[in-house]
Antibody
């Protein structure tokens, strides 16, 4: 069974950098057709996809956050991480990591089949 | 404001059938498949329907999905109290080159 677990500080000051790590068990982040994503959810609101890292280490980010986001990985620990710079109160949210499957073509398909439990990050001084 | 439009709430009585709609555009639902997630309070979203109408193992056939043009629907038949949750639609967006989500529909079983 694939399991994901987010970890990192729950409180970040405005203008600083948010850093989270996702530890994956039951699957390798460096092999296979899956990609590994970060998604966030402000309290009482909907979901926003942040970005993904491919099994070969390539990354792709949501254009709305691209200038502030970096996703990286540590294959020796089977972990991938999120860095979000220059945070504001608008970045306060529950942050999830998830395994993603994509099929591209004339009718692309995308879904997240395994999710972490989520970690709350509050941006406040 | 979410790119995909969902009604904020839906309700039904036990045993009824409820349908939740999801509306998008040509760059998302119109050209790609739709996914549905279920989220109970305090838990992560759970995959419910993928590729418009496929159910992962373990999801009862009371849940079904469909898509037509730039809209999609999730139908839940034989409504149960345990179906109370937030339901989100999602699809690939050609501009984002990633998934986008609806704002979610809170389902209440009366």
């Amino acid at each position: 069974q694939v399991q994901l677990q987010e970890s990192g500080p729950g409180l970040v000051k405005p203008s600083q950098t948010l850093s989270l790590t996702c530890t994956v068990s039951g699957a390798s982040i460096s092999t296979g057709a899956y990609t590994w994503s970060w998604i966030r959810q402000p309290a009482g609101k909907g979901l926003e996809w942040i970005g993904r890292i491919y099994s070969n280490g390539a990354t792709y980010y949501n254009p709305s956050l691209k200038s502030r986001v970096t996703i990286s990985r540590d294959t020796s620990k089977n972990q991938f991480s999120l860095r979000l710079t220059s945070v504001t109160a608008a970045d306060t949210a529950l942050y999830y990591c998830a395994r993603e499957l994509n099929f591209y073509g004339s009718g692309s398909s995308n879904w997240f089949d395994f999710w972490g439990q989520g970690t709350l990050v509050t941006v406040s001084s | 404001q979410s790119v995909l439009a969902q009604p904020p709430s839906a309700s039904g009585t036990p045993g009824q059938k409820v349908t939740i709609s999801c509306s998008g555009g040509s760059s998302n639902i119109g050209g790609n498949t739709v996914t549905w997630y279920r989220q109970v309070p305090g838990a992560a979203p759970q995959l419910l329907i993928y590729t418009n109408n496929k159910r992962p193992s373990g999801v009862p056939d009371r849940f079904s999905g469909s898509k037509s043009g730039t809209s999609a629907s999730l139908a839940i038949s034989g409504l149960q109290s345990g179906d109370e949750a937030d339901y989100y639609c999602s699809t690939w967006d050609d501009s984002v080159k990633g998934p986008i989500f609806g704002g979610g529909t809170k389902l209440t079983v009366l």
